[in-house]
T-cell receptor, first 109, second 115 residues
């Protein structure tokens, strides 16, 4: 059973645009929601994370929006850059991480 | 300090052979996780170890898969009688603890190819 659903599967944006990736979860026991960024040939690396008692968290160009009642959260990348091109995974945690399926982001110059 | 390391980085084996994959976690991290990432797919949880507690093996796909963690540090994932569907990147991660907001640090993975 897939407990974290992520969309879209792939995303192409122009440099300077906004990239938006959405995730939905089912298990209300999850208490921590990180986003990971993965470049080809590398392991995932933590990008930004949020706890469910907060509705929004911003770090530089990256923002997580969290809707606890809808059990949804999203990653917004402002002023997207070609260097942001990577695969992004949302995850939800309770003892261990459950990952979404991933979004392949391509930012065209 | 050193991050999570995994060896080998690549492993090619023949169907039916056994393989061992190694993970060296960050020193002092009590929690260690194994994940599997198939081509273009998300990360599938396999097993985690936390301190001296019994490991959570709920993600292991079959009894051909097993893992050990010796001395609370290095871990070995063993796949017996490998099948072609076992081909994937096997990722190891470690964290300070199991609590939800303990960041998991990932190694670079071992790419396993079963011919």
């Amino acid at each position: 059973q897939q407990q974290v659903k992520q969309s879209p599967q792939s995303l192409i944006v122009q440099k300077g645009g906004i990239s938006i990736i959405n995730c939905a979860y089912e298990n209300t026991a999850f208490d921590y929601f990180p986003w990971y960024q993965q470049f080809p040939g590398k392991g995932p690396a933590l990008l930004i994370a949020i706890r469910p008692d907060v509705s929004e968290k911003k770090e530089g160009r990256f923002t997580i929006s969290f809707n606890k009642s809808a059990k949804q959260f999203s990653l917004h990348i402002m002023d997207s850059q070609p260097g942001d091109s990577a695969t992004y995974f949302c995850a939800a945690s309770w003892l261990r991480l459950t990952f979404g399926e991933g979004t392949q982001l391509t930012v065209n110059p | 300090g050193a991050g999570v390391s995994q060896s080998p980085s690549n492993k090619v084996t023949e169907k039916g052979k056994d393989v061992e994959l190694r993970c060296d976690p960050i020193s002092g991290h009590t929690a260690l996780y194994w994940y599997r990432q198939s081509l273009g797919q998300g990360l599938e949880f396999l097993i985690y170890f936390q301190g001296n507690s019994a490991p959570d093996k709920s993600g292991l796909p079959s009894d051909r898969f097993s893992a050990e963690r010796t001395g609370g540090s290095v871990s070995t994932l063993t796949i017996q009688r490998t099948q072609q569907e076992d081909s994937a990147v096997y990722l190891c991660a470690s964290s300070l603890g199991l609590a939800g907001d303990n960041e998991q640090f990932f190694g670079p993975g071992t790419r396993l190819t079963v011919l």
